[in-house]
């Protein structure tokens, strides 16, 4: 048997299909285990491009609500991410907080306006927007670099030494941002790629 990109092995079990074009757009399972192969095309685009607003709504409450409130005796702050990312911006720190702009902020948006480009006009039933494949193509080459995560588990490492100095009351941005990271694995875990790519080449209205 010839492998090429019309195969597809099952995660669980490694039992390998080759699915027809057709076939990649409808909901698949493994015939050995029931694993989900392929989502059905209308449910894999909606999910993408629902979770993809959702992420940016999100991203927007994350950087203007307050994220951390700290009272130490008569001292009280609350700030928000955009404070924690301007804070940084001077001198030597600088890098540091141009790096974590394009990593935790700009590369995410990015990431989730790319898909709802590539993607919406296949919901509405409308004709790919012009270079929709290359924007579809940029939001799977961007997902490494898509570091939201990343940035939380530093948050708790702060939290923890901060703890015993001052008290620490989460915002509303911070329970956005626990969401935005919840949001963003399950679009990955049930991303796939097949049935996008497919379906933004076959889709001929
Ligand atoms: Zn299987």
New binding site residues.
């Given amino acids: 048997m010839i492998y090429d990109s019309t195969c597809i092995a ?1 995660p ?2 490694d ?1 390998v299909y080759r699915l027809s074009a057709a076939r990649m757009v409808t909901r698949t399972r ?1 015939l ?2 029931g ?1 989900q192969l392929t989502l059905g095309k209308s449910e894999a685009i909606a999910r993408v491009v629902g979770l993809a607003l959702t992420s940016t709504i999100l991203m927007g409450i994350v950087l203007f609500a307050p994220f951390l409130h700290l009272n130490a005796g008569p001292f009280a702050s609350s700030a928000s991410v955009a404070d924690v990312v301007l804070g940084f911006a001077t001198g030597i720190m600088m890098p540091l907080a141009f790096a974590v702009l394009i990593f935790i902020i700009v590369v995410p948006v990015a990431r989730s306006l790319l898909l709802i480009y590539a993607l919406a006009p296949l919901l509405t039933g409308h004709a790919n927007a012009s270079g929709a494949q290359s924007s579809l193509r940029w939001a799977f080459v961007l997902k490494p670099w898509a570091m939201a995560e990343i940035f939380m588990v530093g948050v708790a490492v702060a939290l923890v030494k901060i703890g015993g100095m001052a008290t620490v009351h989460t915002g509303t941005a911070f329970w956005a941002f626990v969401l935005l990271v919840v949001v963003n694995t399950f679009q990955d875990t049930f991303m796939c790629r097949n049935t996008l790519w497919t379906s933004l080449a076959t889709n001929t209205t």
Wanted: glycine share 0%; hydrophobic share 10%; with cysteine.
């Fill in positions: 099952c669980h079990c039992v493994c050995r285990c694993y």
